[in-house]
């Protein structure tokens, strides 16, 4: 596999952040979910026609790839969000469109409540929606569960366990090992940390706060936020679903022709 961009970093504002871009137009922030990083985003990167007319961006979110982790070890989505507003400004991206991916998802929610005219849109492709509403007993469990599978496994063995479950049951073999690859590169404190959010945070928060042009998006097959829960999301939105057929978790790897055909039929809905 290859067609990469580089990792780029530098500092915004008071965040140390890295990325990857390519392709020039309407700007694209690909926000990856807690397992992964910016290189998740290859089979976007590689398609000539999604970067004809977008200029591609794939954050690594605060704690992964080359961006130092936030100062808060237990932060909520809108930690990030700060930090990801401190990308768009060193940028100067024009009202981008925001995909999130899982708990990517829930980091663009918190950017477009907290920033309605720093976006044209968001797509909520296989969202992570958070814990916050359920009982303790259940938001302690989620963040124990991740905490002790980096604990005992590390990040070598977390991939080596957990990369198939995030595609669907008949993946390609290269696209689970681009999945482990990403899995064992993660740092430990920043996935924790996102963790932590995960187990603490709600989507719904965020989205009573953003009225701009929202899609859901999700992997028929998705085991790890499955399509039902992706539709009671979207019905409580008002806002499309649209499902990606033979597509798990990781849409965009299982999926990419009908994932970016989402993307452009998105941006060419929405008005310059």
């Known amino acids: 596999m290859n067609a990469l961009p580089e990792r780029q970093q530098a500092q915004c504002g008071d ?8 392709g020039q137009g309407r700007p694209v922030l ?3 979910g807690i397992s992964s990083g910016s290189a998740s985003w290859l089979k976007q990167f590689a398609d000539a026609a999604l970067l004809d007319g977008h200029r591609l961006i794939a954050w690594d979110a605060p704690g992964y790839g080359d961006s130092a982790a936030l100062a808060n070890a237990e932060p909520q989505a809108a930690d990030y969000a700060n930090a990801l507003a401190a990308l768009v400004s060193h940028l100067a991206l024009c009202q981008p469109l925001l995909v999130g991916h899982s708990l990517g998802a829930l980091m663009g929610c918190a950017y477009g409540a907290a920033h ?13 929606q958070g814990y916050a509403s ?5 938001r302690r469990q989620v963040f124990a569960q991740r905490r002790q599978m980096m604990d005992t496994l590390g990040p070598q063995g977390y991939g080596e366990q957990r990369a198939a479950a995030l595609l669907r049951a008949d993946a390609d073999p290269q696209d689970i090992a681009w999945v482990r690859r990403g899995m064992q590169q993660l740092q430990p404190d920043g996935f924790l940390s996102a963790a932590w959010m995960l187990a603490n945070d709600d989507i719904n928060t965020y989205l009573a706060r953003y009225s701009g042009p929202l899609q859901v998006w999700c992997g028929e097959q998705d085991a790890i936020t499955p399509p039902a829960a ?4 979207a019905a409580r939105q008002g806002a499309p679903l649209r499902l990606i057929a033979a597509a798990g978790h990781a849409s965009y790897l299982d999926a990419p022709a009908c994932f970016n055909r989402y993307v452009r039929d998105f941006t060419g809905a929405i008005q310059p």
């Not at 359920?134 to 259940?138: Q, R, S, V």
């Not at 992706?230 to 999301?233: N, Q, V």
């Open 230 to 233: 992706a539709e009671a999301l």
């Open 30 to 32: 690909l926000l990856h």
């Open 134 to 138: 359920a009982d303790a007993e259940k």
């Open 15 to 22: 965040y140390r952040l890295s990325w990857r871009e390519a």
């Open 116 to 128: 309605p005219d720093g976006l044209c849109g968001l797509a909520l492709a296989d969202p992570a």
